[in-house]
Each structure stands twice: as structure tokens, then as C-alpha cells.
């Protein structure tokens, strides 16, 4: 029978007579649905390897109302955004757990009006099961889109605003507190924030706690030198820094991109790291253990960000009610500081 079926397309019905279960059982057992025995579902899988059985995904897709396809929605401006280590981390995290639920990743850039459109259209069409929400501004219209519609929608990371029912984030105020408090700790008392973009939520989450470590200890917190989470803003951010408040001895700055920019300006300006300033950043990725000196900084499980986010998402789609989610974070301790 293997032989005469290996020359055309192999049919479920074939599957479960080779298996020696019912066509519905096969079903199940492929669609990975509960109450199938393991041994009627490797019966199932042996049959699918011995006739390489490929699945009908339109006809699946007709019968379960379901695309197979979760969506990474990115509100940025360049589609280099993707490159950055960060995002690089969390696609990796959320493809690995997307692939576990037999379900594909498409990644969508919604910066431009057309980009936006795009999205809107694909919340409408029920183009995917679900989506998955990143790198929000306040009233980014994407808020609303994710508001309006019945697909199941994952943030990551909370947005400005009032919190939405899902969610996956870091502890970010805690992290950012606990970075200052190290600073101060060291015996910085002039210590400045390079933070990200204040209508981000993680960008003053992270303010929010190296304000509040500052005010713990008795210190007057500086007002926020804004950046936009890379490397060229944080070099700015730390030049400004040097000109209107030269008298600063720490730096915390809100991620790693923008802690090894600052790097730059001061080994440029003929400041040594940390006699004289001492920097932390937030993250930990690869460019924080190569950068001169190596950084100090706040790790984030950012790979496990994405893995839960997908999570999150499949459970929804399943017809679960998740509750959100906050990851740890904690501090490492380099030479920067």
C-alpha cells in the first residue's frame, strides 16, 4: 500500500487505515488535540512518516477557522529594527515557542500610515490567529486597532495608558532601581538618567525607577536626558550631559545600545570608566560583555520575553485567559561600574 500511495498525494483516510485507528482520531492526533492515547498517536505519526503524508492546510484552515500564523507587530520607524539585538532575541524566543504549537511567524513593521493600514487589514481579515504587539507609543493608533478587534492581541511590554487584560514585560522600574541604587551604593551622588523615548512605557518605567532610587537616598534626581534606545542617542544624550551638567559621576542608561554609545563620547571627551563616570545599562545583550570597558548592566531575560509572549498567545488562541505576566531582572556587575 506504502509503495502505490508514495507515487501520488496520501490521503488522511489512508494515514488512519495504515494506523489502524478512525479517520477522526488521526485528525486529532495530527491537530495535537487532547484525549488520544500516546500509542494511537505515534501509530498516527509512524503512518504519517511511512506514506509522507503532508497535511491539506487550506482544507485545515477551512475546518478550524484558523490561519496557522501568529503575527510580530512592530511599531518602528526603520526596518532595520529587526537587526537590533533586542528584537533579534525576542523574535528568536517567540518563533521557537510558535513552532512548538505547529503555528508560523510573520513579522510586520507598522511605522508608516501604510504600514499601519496594513495591520488594520490583517485585524480585520482575521489574517492570523493572533498578534503580538511590540515598541508601542502613546496613542499609537495600533492601541486602538488592538482594542477593536476580537483576534486574541499580546502586548509586549505595557503601553502608556491604562493596562491592556494581556501582557508580557520586564520589571523595569525594579531593574532601573536597582541599577541606581548600585551607582549610589559606589558613592555616586550625581547621578544621571540617559532614558529612552517618554512616550514609551518602558521608557519611563525606567526613569520612574532610577527617580525613585535617587529620591530613596536623599539625592536630587536630574531631569531626563531622552534617547531613542540606540547607540548614536546615547552618545548625543551623554555629550549633552557633559556640557550642561559636567559635574555627573554616574550614568544609568536605559538599555545597552545606548550605555555603550555613552561609552564612546566619554572615551572621547578623555573620561576614564568609572574613575570618573561610572555607566550602567539595561538589557544585557551580546554588545554590553564586548564593549570597552564591559558594561555593567541590568539583565532582562529578553529570548524568554518572546517564548512567553508566544505562549501567551497560543494559549489564547486555544481558548484560554492567561493572566499577564512580569519578568525578573537582575544586576551583573562588570567594569563599567
Known amino acids: 500500500m506504502a509503495e502505490d500511495v508514495a507515487?501520488?498525494?496520501?490521503?488522511?483516510?489512508?494515514?488512519?487505515?495504515?494506523?489502524?485507528?478512525?479517520?477522526?482520531?488521526?485528525?486529532?492526533?495530527?491537530?495535537?488535540?487532547p484525549h488520544v492515547s500516546r500509542a494511537k498517536r505515534e501509530a498516527v505519526e509512524r503512518a504519517v512518516r511511512r506514506l509522507g503524508y503532508v497535511p491539506n492546510t487550506t482544507a485545515r484552515a477551512?475546518?478550524?477557522?484558523?490561519?496557522?500564523?501568529?503575527?510580530?507587530?512592530?511599531?518602528g520607524e526603520d526596518p532595520s529594527i529587526f537587526a537590533d539585538p533586542f528584537f533579534a532575541q525576542v523574535i528568536v524566543g517567540a518563533s521557537g515557542a510558535l513552532e512548538e504549537a505547529d503555528l508560523h511567524l510573520m513579522l510586520c513593521l507598522a511605522a508608516s500610515d501604510r504600514g499601519r493600514r496594513?495591520?488594520?487589514?490583517?485585524?480585520?481579515?482575521?489574517?492570523?490567529?493572533?498578534?503580538?504587539?511590540?515598541?508601542?507609543?502613546?496613542?499609537?493608533?495600533?492601541?486602538?486597532?488592538a482594542e477593536e478587534t476580537a483576534m486574541p492581541v499580546v502586548f509586549g511590554g505595557r503601553p502608556v495608558g491604562p493596562a491592556p487584560r494581556w501582557y508580557v514585560d520586564a520589571d523595569n522600574v525594579g531593574g532601573a532601581r536597582e541599577a541606581t541604587e548600585y551607582l549610589v551604593s559606589r558613592g555616586r551622588t550625581r547621578v544621571a538618567a540617559?532614558?529612552?523615548?517618554?512616550?514609551?512605557?518602558?521608557?519611563?518605567?525606567?526613569?520612574?525607577?532610577?527617580?525613585?532610587a535617587m529620591l530613596a537616598a536623599g539625592l536630587s534626581p536630574l531631569p531626563p536626558q531622552e534617547g531613542d534606545f540606540?547607540?548614536?542617542?546615547?552618545?548625543?544624550?551623554?555629550?549633552?550631559?557633559?556640557?550642561?551638567?559636567?559635574e555627573v559621576d554616574g550614568v544609568f542608561a536605559a538599555n545597552d545600545n545606548m550605555g555603550v554609545g555613552a561609552l564612546r563620547t566619554l572615551r572621547e571627551a578623555g573620561r576614564t570608566v568609572p574613575d570618573d563616570i561610572a555607566v550602567v545599562g539595561f538589557?544585557?545583550?551580546?554588545?554590553?560583555?564586548?564593549a570597552d570597558p564591559p558594561l555593567t548592566t541590568v539583565q532582562q531575560p529578553v529570548q524568554a520575553l518572546g517564548r512567553k509572549m508566544a505562549h501567551m498567545l497560543v494559549a489564547l488562541v486555544n481558548g484560554q485567559d492567561p493572566t499577564p505576566l512580569i519578568l525578573p531582572t537582575r544586576l551583573i556587575v562588570r567594569a563599567s561600574a
Request: glycine share 8%.
Open 62 to 75: 477551512l475546518a478550524t477557522r484558523r490561519t496557522g500564523v501568529a503575527a510580530l507587530v512592530v511599531s
Open 118 to 145: 496594513r495591520v488594520e487589514d490583517l485585524l480585520r481579515s482575521r489574517g492570523a490567529d493572533g498578534v503580538m504587539l511590540m515598541a508601542l507609543r502613546e496613542n499609537d493608533p495600533l492601541i486602538r486597532m
Open 7 to 33: 507515487r501520488r498525494r496520501s490521503t488522511l483516510d489512508e494515514v488512519a487505515e495504515l494506523a489502524g485507528v478512525s479517520r477522526s482520531v488521526a485528525s486529532r492526533a495530527l491537530n495535537n488535540a
Open 230 to 246: 540606540t547607540e548614536p542617542s546615547g552618545a548625543a544624550a551623554m555629550a549633552a550631559l557633559l556640557v550642561n551638567h559636567p
Open 283 to 290: 538589557d544585557d545583550l551580546a554588545v554590553a560583555r564586548v
Open 194 to 212: 540617559i532614558c529612552g523615548r517618554l512616550d514609551t512605557g518602558v521608557g519611563r518605567a525606567r526613569y520612574r525607577g532610577y527617580r525613585d
